[in-house]
Each structure stands twice: as structure tokens, then as C-alpha cells.
């Protein structure tokens, strides 16, 4: 490891947030020093709890994240704020937007707010956030806060790489087919009724209790609780922190939080070793041999099945 | 191939509706009859013209692609539908409401419609989906309208499978932030604004004209125009379509299509031997390295390159 490296490991653990910040950068880039970090951190333990918070646009994840924050403060717990942003792909950047929004904690040293885009990453999301957490973690930080974008597979993945998955949804934002199709509540931990104070709340309540009651569930697993919260005045942030430390104790006594830091690690390698089989599809003259195939599927002279086929032999 | 399949491939050649929706619940299903129905329909010259209709859960999809059902309809074009539904991976399963919303077309014989999770997959969305046109293209649908639900990963995906995007907004749904969180306009070729009668419309489209006046375009690419459309009285239906058509004459003449074509074909190239590879990793006993290596990595033993670097090693 160079002496660069040496240091900024240090820095990170000692906290020092811009040394973070550095360290996260160089993860993010996916740069050929990364194993090398990655090598160095192996041994951290791993303590600190990664919340997952999502849901559709509008529902308020950014002022939820604000108000946890602010209630994870008053317990002294040192917060680390991961905003994913998986729909500027091409770009390439994170929105500014919600860190403007959590401006109110900006100036907290022991509050660490950071945007995060999800394409080009070595390994892919999964990977990558693993990776982030492991800085984290080092650095101190006992809580992650991970919020994301919108709904999809990114989503999916950050629910994965999370202890705790908040799902979040609002009255009135045509609940019934809209909200099934937002889908994501069958990752929810924690299902919070956000704006709990609009007309619609007693309804959207129902809904979601209607959903989980339909939902095959093993009867040793957990059964998400639904909270109300007003997150622009603070309402029902406490009891909000209640159930999530509740599913933290679940996960201790019953094992799931093991098994799921063990899947996540296996996501993780499993991820990285594509990766590395996706490089040497494209070194190796392999990519050439990706490009002719290409052409030649596309002109229907060949399908696309005998083309991966031939393209793995090449390598 | 056995009869079994090629009879199936007559019936789906001859636009048999039943066997063209079992030639893609095979495909979907990615057993091991797959590459030989892919192989025998390698040859099909690609004439179907595919358009992606994305946007945020509420701006209206389904009723505008309905609309665009019944517009193309009317010049006799034999459409297919299909909604991808990026939101249930565990489920496995899509939603009945959008085919519930166009059941005016349910009983057109020359309108195929169909639901399609996007898990599960032998190569991903990418493949499946470049394996569900080709199939579509050989039924003789000259029209394909791939409508997805939700922000994210997914819907980068449809657009990469779609020669014209539209991305549709709605006013009032918390345009500046929240539209540019879509994001999802980096990838419409169309752009529109639908229940234009909507207060806030004008500034809607006021936003748009902004954002694309920002964006940084090579001077011989294609401007996304802007189209105004209130689906459910089909104002601006066929403002839209001629957009479309326009859309589809310039990746003609620019080039544009083929290399559109011809990236296509190389993702599923690519999804496939990633996915081959993939089996390889888990068969071979790999799956059981990935499996030790995962316990190792979440104890803090080992990092998760170094795993990487040797599951990769034993295939």
C-alpha cells in the first residue's frame, strides 16, 4: 500500500471526515487502489446499523431522514447519511437537492452527509455499498442512514445491503393499485405512514394492514409494523426509532441479521467476481470478438445465444 | 429442436396469439429450450419499431399508452404491449391493473398485451426483453409499446431496448427537484407533458424547455421535442405520434438506429455470457467457495477482493 493510502486509512479511523470522504471518493471511482483499502478494513467488525429508507417520490424521505437524524443525535449516536441516487445514470452525479434539505445538520462534525450515484460502479451498487459501509463503519460512524430515489432494482439492492428497511408511503398518492405497484413494501422492515396528518392517513393505514395480511410470511419471521409520522413537525419520529430498534433486537435473537450480513457478503463477492470476468471479456481482444458478434446478431446472421457462448470460450 | 417447439414457432410465425404468449412465458422462464427457439428465430430481419413509455408512478402511462393503442390501430398497425413491471421482484408477478385499464383493446385480435416482471431472468431484463421482441417481430407486430413503471435501473434498461423513449411528466407532481430526479429525461426522445389541461402545465413545459436547453448535446443529435397531451380525452394523441414517426425517420437517416441496434444486440451478448458465467461460478462447486468465502468476509477474515479474485480462480 502506498503511504497515501496508509495515511488516509488512518485519518479515516481516526474520523477524520474529510479523510472519509476521500476514502468514499476513492471507492466510488473504483480506482486500482481500492483492494488494497479494501484489504486494509477487512477486519472491521461491522457494528454499525445500516437503515434503509425508501419509498416514491414525494412521500418525504428526505425531511424523515432529517428528523431521524436530528432524534439519532440526541441519543449521541454518530450518523452517517447516504443519499442514492439511481436515476442519473448517465450524468453520473447525485442530486444536490436533498443535501440542501438536510442543510440543518450540515454543520454537525459528527453528522456525515454524502450523495452517491449508482452506475459505474466496480461491482455494481451492491458492491460498492458494501464497500462505503466498511469506511463507514471504520470511521466510527454507528448508524447509516441510506436513503434512495424512487423504485426499482436499485432499490432492491439498497433494501439488500440494509439492516433495516423503512418503506415509506403517503395519503393520498393513489394509494390501492399505485402502491402495490411501488411494490417495495415486500422489502419493508418498517412501513411508515408519512404525513400522517393528511386527509386519507386512517385509509392508507388500512391498506397497508390489508397488504400485509394477505402476505405469506413463515411464522418465525418478523411482521413489519406500520408508524404514523408527520416528519415536517417531528410527530412520530420516537415512536418510529422504537420500531427500528425493535427489528434490531429481532435481527440479534433471531439470527436473521447474521444471515443477512453473510448474503450480503456473498452478494458482494459475487458481484466483484463478475466484474472481474466482465474485464477480462473485454481485455483479452474478447471485446473485440463482443463488437463483431454484435453486428453480426443484429443483422440476424447469428443469435445472440451462440454469440455468449463463443465470446466465454474466448476467455 | 423438438416437434413441441417448432410447432410453436409455425403457430407464433402464423400470429397465433396463444402460441406467441407461450413462446414468452418460455422465454421468460429461461428453461433450457430457450436458445434453440432463439436460434431458429435468429434470422427475423428486426422490423418491429419498439417505443419505451416511462414516467413516474400517476403521470398517466396507461391511459396514454392506451391512447397510442387505439391511434396506431387506426392506421392498421398490429400492436403489442408490454408492461414491465420493475417494482416485484419477489412476487415474481405483474399487476393486473394496467391490462384491467386497457381492456378496451383486450378483444382486438391484432392488439397483444402483456404483463412482464423483470426478475428471474436468463441474462437480465436486457436479454429477456431483446428475446420477447424478437418473438413479437416474428408474430408480425410492426409495433411494440414497452410501458414500465417507476424510476430506476429498470427503466434505463427498457429505454436501452426501445428505438423511441418517451418520458412522460405530469404537471404539479412537484416538478424542479422531483422531475430532475426522474432524471429519467436524459433518456426521452419525446418528451411529454400529459393531462396538459392541468394548472401548472405551462410551466411544466417552461421546466422541460430549461433542462434541455441545459443539457450538453452533440450538434448533429437528435432535440427531444416537447408534446402536450391530455391521454384520457386523446388530445395530442396524434401530435405524439407524428413526434413519434419523426423520431423514427431520423434514426433512420442519421444512422442513429442501427448503432442503436447493434449496442443492443452486444448488451444481450453480453447479459448472456455474464450469465453463463455466472453458472459456472455456482456450479463446479464454486458455490460452495462462494458460500465459505461469504461467512469469511462477514466475520472479517478476509476482504472481499481477495474472495473474488479466488472464486474466480476456481472456475
Redo the contacts between chains.
Keep these: 500500500m502506498t503511504r497515501d493510502a496508509a495515511s488516509l486509512i488512518e485519518g479515516a479511523r481516526a474520523g477524520r471526515v474529510r479523510d472519509v470522504a476521500r476514502m468514499i471518493s476513492l471507492v466510488e471511482d473504483g480506482g486500482p487502489e481500492?483492494?488494497a483499502l479494501?484489504?486494509a478494513?477487512?477486519?472491521?467488525?461491522?457494528r454499525a446499523r445500516v437503515i434503509g429508507i425508501t419509498g416514491?417520490?414525494?412521500v418525504g424521505k428526505s425531511t424523515t431522514t432529517a428528523a431521524l437524524i436530528a432524534a439519532l443525535r440526541r441519543r449521541d449516536d454518530r450518523v452517517a447519511v447516504l443519499a442514492v441516487?439511481?436515476?442519473?445514470?448517465?450524468?453520473g452525479g447525485a442530486?444536490l437537492?436533498d443535501r440542501i434539505r438536510m442543510q440543518g445538520h450540515a454543520t454537525d462534525p459528527r453528522v456525515f452527509i454524502r450523495s452517491m450515484a449508482?452506475r459505474g460502479h466496480l461491482?455494481g451498487l451492491a458492491?460498492t455499498t458494501?464497500?462505503v459501509m466498511r469506511v463507514l463503519d471504520a470511521a466510527g460512524f454507528n448508524t447509516v442512514l441510506m436513503e434512495t430515489?424512487?423504485?426499482?432494482?436499485?432499490?432492491?439492492e439498497v433494501a439488500q445491503a440494509a439492516d433495516t428497511t423503512l418503506v415509506l408511503v403517503a395519503p393520498g398518492?393513489?394509494d390501492g393499485?399505485?402502491a402495490?405497484?411501488?411494490?417495495?413494501l415486500?422489502?419493508g422492515d418498517v412501513l411508515v405512514v408519512n404525513k400522517a396528518d393528511r386527509e386519507g392517513a386512517d385509509r392508507t393505514v388500512r391498506d397497508l394492514q390489508g397488504m400485509l395480511a394477505m402476505a405469506v410470511r413463515p411464522p418465525t419471521a418478523w411482521t413489519p409494523p406500520i408508524v404514523r409520522t408527520v416528519a415536517t413537525s417531528n410527530r412520530g419520529i420516537d415512536d418510529l426509532l422504537t420500531a427500528i430498534d425493535e427489528h434490531g433486537e429481532w435481527l440479534v435473537e433471531s439470527g436473521a441479521g447474521?444471515l443477512r450480513?453473510?448474503?450480503?457478503?456473498?452478494a458482494?463477492?459475487?458481484a466483484?467476481?463478475?466484474?472481474?470476468?466482465?474485464k477480462r471479456?473485454d481485455q483479452a481482444g474478447a471485446g473485440t470478438a463482443?463488437?463483431r458478434?454484435?453486428?453480426e446478431?443484429?443483422a440476424?446472421?447469428?443469435?445472440?445465444?451462440?454469440?455468449?457462448?463463443r465470446?466465454?470460450d474466448s476467455i
Tied chains: 1, 2.
Design positions: 481500492v483492494p479494501m484489504q478494513l477487512a477486519e472491521v467488525p461491522g416514491s417520490p414525494g441516487d439511481p436515476s442519473s445514470p448517465f450524468s442530486l437537492g449508482t461491482g458492491a458494501a464497500q430515489v424512487g423504485v426499482g432494482q436499485s432499490e432492491i398518492m393513489g393499485i399505485q402495490a405497484k411501488a411494490g417495495i415486500e422489502v447474521h450480513r453473510v448474503r450480503r457478503a456473498r458482494e463477492i459475487e466483484l467476481a463478475l466484474t472481474l470476468l466482465r471479456l463482443l463488437d458478434s454484435a453486428e446478431v443484429s440476424g446472421r447469428l443469435d445472440a445465444f451462440t454469440a455468449a457462448g465470446v466465454v
